[in-house]
């Protein structure tokens, strides 16, 4: 008896365990009480089995409405794919990415209030009808949002009936990006009756016919290869074939050319915005947007043209509200002033690389004098120098931003009526001082954002006010003040934080008179105190000076090339002289027979050294300064610096040559000296036989410039 019962317990258990495995194997359709604690569970029944390596959908909670499958491998699916979730509410599925490249007819059956469904990134390709009879399965579904994008479908992978399965859904948005599709049969949406939303965008295709969509709403065509705009009517008689289209997407093409607008207003009676960035437009041509009626919003921007011709009331409109323009490079003339004649309802402005410096403040008033209802004005990359006096009459203004121009100043009066402005963009500017009657106090207190970064502020006393100001007003300055606020003078702060920069009011605000008197005094006897100390320090700056006062009562002229004595002046120092003679001297008097003038060799006795140099300076074409640390230390030389230094800056760069010997320590390195190094390009000399080479190259390169 006991070993009977030891078998036929035995026998069970191997049918159990062997139960098991056949389970497991076609795709765990294990019964559970409990959902698997496989997934992670949100609130307001999402699921989410993302990524986990799944070939099976595990148990799920009894109110799971939105559950991501995607980036799992179940290659196939059918009925019995989804067993689990058989009865549960799910409205939202996402199985993208699954290597799905099989779908039985029966697959989403067992899913009837599937709302949206994400089957993008799979590999429907290897039949042309598995779509098809996958899609059919959803005909009783409540299916209103299908994607089926990054399937590589290529430009005869979608039948004609693909779709006729889902005639009887209420499918309201169909998206088919990213699928190399070149060609879309004018038939293949016609079933889908409700369909309000078609995205296409990011495939092949040049040509574009639509049959049987009248509610279709949004066309979204970007990243195409479209070279003009479609068009959606047929001819003889016209039918139009999208009557309620609203919104079209056509970035990102190949469109240079947007017809004549005539038949625009038959065709797209409804169309309420137009995008059209990224395009090669050419010409905007007359009254071009006038036809359409209902447009609202026309986005214009990153033209991607050199030459763009914009002619006369070319946004002529009663309808627009808001126009993006931008172009590559173009440069508004007085001609095209009336450009936004016409459009009366236009409340939003924005203009990207249109150049507008060549336009007086007269000119721009007569160019915005038509829209001054603009609630919002966007300028940016314009050359503008200044904020256009007509800025103060847009009296409904919210908004606006002038980023990235040349505007340093404005006059008092110019926000003074600007009672509803609450965002202002003026970074990348070239502001240097903010002051109490830079903004009305009224801006102040109403303002939300006023961004002023990369400007190049002076850390001085002139911006006590703004300082204090923005330490009480960080949040409306948008970015971190100070710190991300740069001085840009003085020069001992160039660069710095505005931190760095903290005066307090007696810094900025002056003395009392008796307070004047002991500085003044005390300033006295500390220039009796310093005096000779300045005079032995700066003496060869005194020098300089005293030349310079001379060459301005002389009337310095620059030579005519057959006036100069010399070829060029050689500064350099004593301790660098053997380099001199055995170098430069030998390569370009003694091979390319240039005159060099050496003050050893060539100054004349009974003159001044310093008379001597700045003379031969004169007479030669060119300066050549051989830089080392021995000739940084040198008094003489500092001087010569100080005056090939004014050559520089009387004739150009082409007067001056550096030779770089050897590198300069910091503790010997001047103002001047580091001016000339930071600004201008030097030739370096080296022992190695190329570098040698290649500095008699740029040598003579020089000389002969």
Known sequence: MINSLHIVIGLRSILVFKAVLISIGRGAQIQRDCPDDICNYGSHGHVSCRGLGLDYIPRLPNDTEVLDLSDNIFNSLNNITFQNISGLPIRDLSLSNCNISEIEEDSFTSLPLIETLDLSRNTFTSNSSILKIGLASLNRSKIKTLNLSSQALGSMSLRLDTFDGLSGTLLETLIL?????????????????????????????????????RNLTTLVMNKNRLYKIPRFCKKRPIINLVPNLKYLFLSNNHISDLRKPARYGT?????????????????????????????????????????LSIE?????????????????????????????????????????????????????????????????????????????????EMRNLERLSLYNNYISHWTPDTFQSLTKLIYINLKGN????????????????????LILIYNPFSCTCDNYWFINWAKKNREKLLNNFPDTFKCYSPPNLNDRPMSWYNPNYLECRGLQPYETAIVVAGTILLVFLTAGLLYIRYRWHLRYYIYLLRSKKEKYQI??????????????????????ISNLMAVLEGQHNFSLCLHERDFLPGKTIIDQISTTIKHSRKVILVLSNNFAKSQWCQYEILLAQHRFLEEGGNSLILILLDEIKGKYMTNCLGMLLRTMTYITWTDNAEGKKLFWHKMILSMNS
Not at 201 to 212: E, Q
Not at 434 to 445: A, G, Q, Y
Not at 559 to 580: G, P, Q
Request: net charge positive; with cysteine.
């Open 177 to 213: 990006r990213d699928g190399y599709l070149e060609k879309i049969e004018e038939d293949i949406f016609s079933k889908l009756k409700y369909l309000t939303t078609l995205d296409v965008s990011n495939n092949n295709i040049r040509d574009i016919k639509l049959k049987g969509l």
């Open 267 to 307: 065709c797209l009676p409804q169309l309420k915005k137009l995008y059209l960035t990224f395009n090669p437009i050419g010409v905007i041509h007359a009254e071009q947007f006038l036809p359409l009626k209902s447009l609202e919003v026309l986005d214009l921007d990153f033209m991607l043209v050199l030459g």
């Open 312 to 392: 006369r009331h070319a946004f002529s409109s009663s309808s627009l509200k808001m126009i993006r323009l931008g172009a590559f490079k173009h440069i508004v003339t007085d001609q095209q002033l009336n450009m936004f004649e016409n459009c009366s309802s236009l409340q939003k402005l924005e203009m990207t690389n249109i150049k507008l410096n060549k336009l007086s403040d007269k000119d721009m008033r007569k160019l915005f004098r038509p829209i001054l209802n603009l609630t919002l004005l966007a300028i940016r990359y314009a050359f503008l120098s200044y904020v256009p006096s007509i800025v103060s």
């Open 430 to 449: 070239r502001i240097t001082v903010v002051n109490e009657t830079s903004f009305p106090k009224t801006i102040l207190s109403q303002i939300e954002k």
């Open 559 to 580: 030579l005519h090339s057959d006036e100069f004595k010399y070829d060029a002046f050689v500064a350099y120092t004593s301790d660098d002289r053997s380099w001199v």
